[in-house]
């Protein structure tokens, strides 16, 4: 059921324009006011000015990005600690899966199945994204 329609039949049904209500009231007025006086400088400020294009200089995004990366994974051993384990035990069922595919197929199949590993790309990919993401 679509909620917006049942809502136009209700308002419409009370002959009641609730748009008109909000301009006329003095919440809209005090909003515009708060607007009108925001939307300009006040008198005798200037615009913020950095001597290099960018606030920080390169130094100083590096720390705060390592910073960044200390305060999203280190704080959390537990999750640190499960995830360094889930990767090792995907790493020994892969590598043990690919090292008897090795010893049972020729070298042609094998790089096959090496390069097709999505298995393995699924896991790492998601690891990546979550890394970067923060």
């Not at 051993?77 to 995907?90: D, E, F, K, T, V």
């Amino acid at each position: 059921m679509d909620v917006r329609g049942h809502f136009y039949i209700c308002r419409t049904a009370l002959g009641v324009d609730f748009a008109q209500k909000y301009r006329e009231s003095a919440l809209y007025m005090k909003n515009k006011e708060f607007v009108r006086q925001f939307s300009s400088p006040p008198p005798g400020s200037r615009d913020l000015h950095f001597i290099t294009r960018f606030s920080q200089n390169t130094w100083g995004q590096l720390k705060s990005c390592l910073w960044n990366q200390n305060l999203a994974y280190w704080t959390s051993p537990a999750y640190n600690l499960m995830r360094i384990m889930h990767s090792l035990a995907s790493a020994l069922i892969f590598g043990y899966y690919i090292g008897t595919k090795e010893k049972a197929c020729d070298s042609g199949r094998f790089l096959s199945i090496h390069r097709n590993c999505y298995l393995c790309d699924n896991h790492i990919s998601n690891d990546w994204i979550l890394w970067i993401g923060l």
